[in-house]
């Protein structure tokens, strides 16, 4: 009974764990990118994403009042405040303290330390201090101190303001989100259009030598992209349009065509012969059959690739380092740009982990929007 069409299979559970373990394994690192973009950068050094809604034990530099507030009482110039206060930060216990950065647990809150450059502060639980000394004390900033203690979950907008209306970043980025689009776009049209035609001729046009084409398009889904990308640079260099959008566009377009034909052809493949047929005895020409039915009938084989083909325009890194070379940064895309914000903010992980949930933001707009031609399109011609 195992083998009759229609019984249940009894590896199913093995199906159910494996999808639901590749499900996982995308929605983790995004849901952690998403948190870690609304948090300070504090809170990503000291605790991973997943201990983002429980306080935090951290280590804080803050700083005291600057010695202009400082006043004379009982023969001691005196210093008094709130180290959070002082920082703008939220109150939290202290655990511990120190004045240097090699003991920053040297005392424990209501101790008093010593000053490398004379005087002595005292610490309080909550943040309050007391400087003491019996000289002026001098100096244009305040006494650094080194504190632990336990901050509450914070959440802010700050990162993406900071990135998206910051004079120093929004120009950079902005642009960089319109350079992608403008490689994106007709990276993604070109080979559909092209694609189209050729899969309409493959599957439903008789020619010599249409069988060595189909094994041709196969064979070319196992070239490897980075063997064609010097001699396709070249080729590029030698005809003027290498270092610009036409010589991208034109090498997205040919590493996408063979799984775009291959993917299309074989749907096309799969439609009713008898439409065309009838079509072909009312009098309709090739072109037409192509335009007024294979295409609405391949609407979900073409949407499929669409996405497919958007996806990887939009995240591709290596195809615009190598197409798109431009010292000034204009047509830098925002993958590239985010290598720079690694570069130059390499410790700044929270405007990068806005940065980069910034990008994925329009692939993960339009795969939900349209994920159910994607299913359709993959799966349309696997059952008759």
Known sequence: MDNIAGTKSSLTWAVHISAAALVILWLLPTVGLFISSFRTADQIATSG??????????????RSAAPDTQREAGGLFVIEGNLFAEDAREQAP?????????????FQPGETAELR???????QANGDYRMEHSEAFTGARGQRVFVTAEIPPEFTLGNYDKMLFDPANVEGMSKAFFNTLTVTIPA?????????????ALAWMEFPGRVLLIALVVALLVVPLQLALIPLLKLHNSIGIGKGYIGVWLAHTGFGLPLAIYLLRNY???L????????????????QIFTKIIIPLSFPALAS????????????????????IDASGETTVMTNKIVELLGTRGGNWE??????????????????AMQKYLVRGLLAGSVK
Not at 49 to 62: D, M
Not at 94 to 106: M, Q
Not at 188 to 200: D, K, N, R, S
Request: net charge neutral.
């Open 49 to 62: 994403w997943w201990k983002a809604p429980f306080p935090s034990v951290q280590n804080l530099t803050l």
């Open 94 to 106: 202290i655990t511990v303290y120190g004045v240097s950065s090699r003991a920053v647990d040297a």
């Open 117 to 123: 450059k004379g005087g002595t502060i005292t610490v």
């Open 188 to 200: 993604t049209i070109i080979p559909i259009l092209i694609a189209a035609f050729a899969a309409y």
């Open 268 to 270: 096309m493949v799969g």
């Open 272 to 287: 009713p012969k008898d439409i065309i047929e009838n079509a072909r005895v009312d009098g309709a020409s090739d072109f």
């Open 305 to 324: 690739f669409a996405i497919l083909q958007f996806l990887w325009t939009w995240n591709d890194l290596l195809v615009a380092k190598v197409f798109l």
């Open 351 to 368: 405007i990068l982990a806005t940065a980069a949930f910034v990008s994925i933001g329009v692939p993960l707009l339009v795969f939900f």
